[in-house]
């Protein structure tokens, strides 16, 4: 059997991403195939509703990961699950949970399917700081999937993906509407559309780090960093060089995320 395909949905708690899956496993999936749904072990409960849409879907298990003293990943792939739907931490920062999860990857046995970005427009609309928040989400993703839209102007929603297209991001961008995509197939088919090359294997890069390790050894320091994905890079302090806002801050604290 395959790597499991490991699907990470990025996004804030609130903007509805596990009834998202829902829809994904349900309709993206075909009868043969068995998905894993892992949320933070702190998340709170769905709504009773959701909760009894995911207890019916057959091929859909509903797991927790957590993390440990030293920040790392936590998690068990079961037997013969082929696709994992990892829900990271929406009140956390999307760095640190991209590095953990590249940790964790290995070590389970699995395989990156996609990075998938859950938008609340409505957030983001209500906080234009958070901006460089979702642009590092961006920046690792495939996919970028707009949801809870109903109170945001058409304006905010054309302004956001237009700066997209604008930058040249490669990623497939399509609208959430009543907690399901149009394609859910389209959505898991597991091309890399992302700008971040943190996923991707590392053999094809090999004999460039090697070429370059040979021209530090020989013409001096190259620049601190180099190689390193801008979002990952960090200062001799442990701090990384591109911090994002705290989303705590805007959330808030008796929403849930779904």
Same mark, same amino acid.
């Given at each position: ?19 998202? =899956? ?46 440990? !003293?030293?920040?790392?990943? =936590? ?24 590095? +953990? ?34 642009? +590092? ?14 109170? /945001? ?19 497939? /961008? ?12 389209? =959505? ?12 991707? +294997? ?9 070429? !370059? ?27 990384? /060089?591109?911090?994002?806002? !705290?989303?705590?801050?805007?959330? !808030? ?6």
């Amino acid at each position: 059997m395959s790597a499991p395909a490991v699907y990470l949905i990025l996004g804030p708690s609130g903007a509805g991403r596990r009834a998202l =899956i829902a829809d994904l496993a349900e309709n993206g999936l075909d009868a043969t195939e068995k998905a894993l749904l892992l949320t933070f072990m702190d998340e709170p409960p769905p709504p009773p509703d959701l909760a009894e849409h995911l207890g019916r879907l057959t091929n859909l298990a509903c797991r927790t990961w957590e993390l440990d !003293d030293d920040k790392r990943l =936590i998690a068990t792939i079961e037997e013969g699950v082929s696709h994992v739907f990892f829900v990271s931490n929406g009140r956390a920062d999307p760095v640190d949970e991209i590095e +953990a999860v590249l940790g964790w990857l290995p070590a389970a046995g699995a395989s990156i399917g996609r990075v998938i970005t859950v938008v609340d427009c409505a957030l983001g609309h209500a906080h234009p700081e958070l901006k460089r928040w979702y642009d +590092a989400c961006v920046h690792f993703s495939d996919v970028v999937l707009l949801g809870r839209r109903s109170s /945001v102007p058409n304006a905010w929603i054309g302004e956001f993906t237009g700066r997209l297209r604008k930058e040249h991001f490669p990623c497939l /961008v399509e609208l959430i509407k009543n907690d399901e995509v149009e394609n859910p197939a389209l =959505i898991l088919e597991p091309q890399a559309r992302r700008i971040s090359t943190v996923f991707d +294997a590392g053999e094809e890069w090999a004999d460039l780090e090697d070429e !370059d390790e040979d021209e530090e050894s020989e013409g001096g320091d190259s620049g601190a960093g180099a190689g390193v994905d801008p979002y990952l890079e960090k200062l001799p302090s442990g701090r990384r /060089v591109r911090e994002l806002p !705290d989303i705590r801050r805007f959330l !808030d604290q008796a929403g849930q995320d779904q």
